[in-house]
Each structure stands twice: as structure tokens, then as C-alpha cells.
């Protein structure tokens, strides 16, 4: 109170408010989903090493073309999901709106231009696979967002992802036959397993009886189990390589190996990077069988 006896108010101050932290673009761009990068790179990869030894007529070029058309339509997909209102990462300001719509008019103008390409390459049959692709997102994107059909839009994502191991077998030797057809549905195989395995630890990272591990596990493990079966049984029947059943043996011995340990705290991000080496290890060990029996 001052000398007149009014209330002196103290000096206002301005106060700096700070702009909330904004989403960056780039994800917009980059696959919220990171275990994706390896369920279409690994396979790819696979794919052309094989495809490369296995012909006499083979090329790097339209494999190198391919691996860009992939890369690309791969891309696509986020930021379209995003302008779409699928994803949970969606272009909220018209900036964002504006980078989503550019990436997906370049990406599809790249992935335009690899396919013209690899149709000047005489590698037109790749498009083919490329229709495969994009059908199996197609139906992810029916299915809609419900966490209950969240594992078998995994599912089907993971054989649109797969697909590139057979094109690029196809793409680098010139052929389609049952050895590009064998590598899709082994990558594919094995992306099925990653993905119930790890819903399996997800389900059960509370669960620290022995016995409830086994009980909730049978499920993935026969799935694993029948994996090797189903590859023995065709190496029997010579539509594949013996050799082939092994690159399925580290995941079995993996879910063992779980079994047996005591119960510790579940780290997602340890998790991602052990699947992440259980996947080179599996394609390490398939591109091994091919190239053995070729």
C-alpha cells in the first residue's frame, strides 16, 4: 500500500511462452513401425544374393533398380497412411500435410521411373510382384485400426514385405521358378514367427511361473515346430534344400532358451534388437541352404 493508501500493483512481466514441442516431418517419412526395415531388407537382400549365384545370366543392375523401387514404394506408404487418417503419426498443420502429399508425388514418381526401368532391363514380370505388394496392404488397410486385428494386419503386411525376396531373386537372375517362390514363403514364415513371438513375450512379460510360460508358448511353438517340419518334409520331397530347416532351428532354440531362464523385466528395446539378430541370422543361414544345394 503506498503513501495514498492504494494498493500499488507490482510491474507486470512478460513471460515467454514456448511453442510445444511440434512433430517433426521426417515422421511423416520413416515407418513408425522400425522392425518393417528389416522384414523387407533382409529378404531383399537374400533374395538378389541368391538370385545373382543361382543364373549364369545374371545382372546387378536390375537388382540395384529394384532395391530402389522397393525403397521407395515402401516409403509411400507412411505418409499416404498419414494424409489418409490410418496412422497414429497423422499431418496435423498444413506444413506436415504439404511434406506428405510432395513425399508421396516423389516417392511415386521414383518407384514410377525403377519400374520403366526394369521393364526396359526386361524384368516386366516384376511388376507382378509389385501388385502382390501392394494387394496384401490393401487388405492391412481394410482391416482397420482395431487392436484386435492388429496381429493379422502384421500378418499380411509381413507377406506384402516378404514379396521383395522373391523379386529380387527375379529381378537379378531373370527367372521365376520354385527357388524365388521357396525364398518368399520361408521369409515369410519366418516374419510370422518373429511376430508371434513377440506378442508371445508381450502377453507374458508378468508371467513368472515356469509352467504358465510353457502353457501360454504352445501356441508359437508349434507354429515353430511345424516350420521345420513343413521344411523337411518338402527337402524329402525335393521341392527344397536340406539345409533349409536349419535357418528355422535358432528361433526354435530361442523360445527355449526363454523357457528355462528365470523371470526378468521384459526391455522392448532389447527385444527389437535381438529379433532384429535372430533375422540376419536367419538369412544368413537361408542364403547358406540355396547356395549350398545350387
Request: glycine share 10%; proline share 4%; charged share 10%.
Amino acid at each position: 500500500m503506498n503513501a495514498q493508501g492504494k494498493i500499488a500493483t507490482a510491474p507486470t512481466r512478460k513471460v515467454l511462452v514456448f511453442p510445444g514441442p511440434s512433430r517433426p516431418a521426417v515422421r511423416l517419412m520413416v515407418p513408425r513401425e522400425h522392425g518393417t526395415w528389416g522384414l523387407l531388407l533382409f529378404p531383399l537382400i537374400s533374395g538378389a544374393i541368391v538370385g545373382y549365384v543361382a543364373s549364369s545370366k545374371t545382372s546387378v543392375k536390375p537388382a540395384l533398380w529394384f532395391l530402389l523401387t522397393a525403397l521407395s514404394a515402401f516409403l509411400i506408404y507412411q505418409p499416404l497412411e498419414s494424409l489418409l487418417g490410418l496412422s497414429l503419426i497423422k499431418a496435423r498443420s498444413q506444413r506436415q500435410q504439404r511434406i506428405a502429399i510432395l513425399s508421396v508425388i516423389a516417392l511415386a514418381v521414383i518407384a514410377t521411373a525403377g519400374v520403366l526401368e526394369l521393364f526396359n532391363l526386361r524384368r516386366g514380370m516384376v511388376l507382378g510382384f509389385g501388385l502382390m505388394a501392394l494387394g496384401c496392404f490393401g487388405i492391412r488397410l481394410l482391416l482397420g485400426t482395431s487392436r484386435l486385428m492388429r496381429v493379422p494386419r502384421q500378418l499380411i503386411g509381413a507377406m506384402g514385405l516378404s514379396s521383395a525376396a522373391g523379386g529380387a531373386y527375379y529381378a537379378a537372375s531373370g527367372r521365376i521358378d520354385r527357388t524365388g517362390i521357396l525364398l518368399w514363403l520361408a521369409s515369410w514364415l519366418f516374419a510370422a514367427g518373429q511376430i508371434e513371438y513377440v506378442h508371445l513375450r508381450i502377453s507374458t512379460a508378468q508371467v513368472r511361473s515356469r509352467r504358465q510360460k510353457v502353457r501360454s508358448s504352445l501356441g508359437v511353438c508349434f507354429l515353430h515346430l511345424l516350420m521345420i517340419g513343413a521344411s523337411i518334409t518338402a527337402a524329402f520331397a525335393g521341392f527344397a534344400p536340406f539345409l533349409l530347416a536349419l535357418a528355422f532351428a535358432p528361433s526354435v532354440i530361442r523360445i527355449a532358451v526363454w523357457l528355462v531362464k528365470p523371470w526378468q523385466p521384459l526391455g522392448i528395446h532389447i527385444l527389437g534388437f535381438s529379433e532384429l539378430l535372430q533375422g540376419l541370422l536367419f538369412n544368413i543361414l537361408l542364403i547358406f541352404a540355396f547356395i549350398i544345394r545350387g
